[in-house]
């Protein structure tokens, strides 16, 4: 073999370890600049009676007043005896407008959004007289927006033994709004996911590519030293 033909070798094989290592860097780059849905990572505790608001947003801030927007109680699950039975909205927005004949019955009229503030990506909803029965997990989600994260949780606790409603429009500001839904792929934990999916990945790549360069250069002094013997032979 020429030493030429052999730098051509090494060549062809360190370019494929560029392109492996090109890709694994792609896998895990996060996204720049999507727009995900954010609610809140405490919960909202309120006394019976109180008005509170449930605060969700999308970041960077987007307009929203032309795609739907579905608040519900994700514990909440069909009746599996019943084909026909379905979990009803907390509140719908659809259309530029709330849809009140597919919300639940204990929610009407109690329930409504900020209508001015929805084109800045506001979509908390906020609901009026809470009783223990309002107690629990709620998601806010928009089907339609283009973004892996869809979805958001925030909790509602009502607290019979809690005197004081303060503090509850203060959850609203962006920067305590950080908890995402669990049954969707936060932002946090996709980037978090793709870099250890891609570390892992470099790791092996990285393994296999010294793995097969030093055993490329074993075969080839292997050959040469054959190839060597083979010449004193002749001699």
Do not use: M
């Given at each position: 073999m020429s030493l030429n033909n052999f730098y051509f070798k090494d060549s062809n094989f360190f370019s494929l370890w560029t392109f492996l290592l090109c890709s694994a860097l792609s896998v895990w780059t996060p996204v720049q600049g999507e727009v995900v849905v954010i609610g809140s990572n405490l919960?909202?505790?309120?006394?019976?009676?109180?008005?509170?608001?449930?605060?969700?947003h999308l970041e960077p801030m987007f307009d929203v007043q032309g795609l739907t927007v579905e608040w519900s109680k994700p514990d909440l699950k069909p009746d599996p005896s019943d084909r026909l039975s379905r979990v009803e909205y907390v509140h719908l927005y659809r259309d530029r407008q709330e849809v009140p004949d597919m919300k639940m019955a204990s929610y009407f009229r109690r329930t409504e959004l900020f209508m001015d503030d929805m084109?800045?990506?506001n979509i908390s909803l906020k609901i009026l007289n809470v009783?223990?029965?309002?107690?629990?997990?709620?998601?806010?989600?928009?089907?339609k927006l283009r973004s892996r994260v869809k979805a958001a949780v925030v909790e509602l606790v009502v607290d019979p033994n809690f005197s004081e409603t303060s503090t509850i429009e203060m959850l609203l500001l962006p920067r305590n709004l950080q908890t995402h839904d669990p049954q969707d792929v936060t932002q946090r934990n996709v980037g978090r996911s793709r870099v250890f999916v891609g570390m892992t990945f470099m790791a092996l790549i990285s393994v296999a590519a010294f793995a097969a360069y030093f055993s490329h250069r074993l075969v080839q002094k292997q050959k040469k030293h054959r190839?060597?013997?083979?010449?004193?032979?002749?001699l």
């Open positions: 919960p909202i505790i309120a006394a019976l009676g109180d008005d509170v608001i449930l605060p969700c084109k800045h990506g009783s223990e029965e309002d107690n629990g997990r709620y998601r806010c989600f928009i089907p190839e060597d013997e083979g010449t004193q032979n002749q």
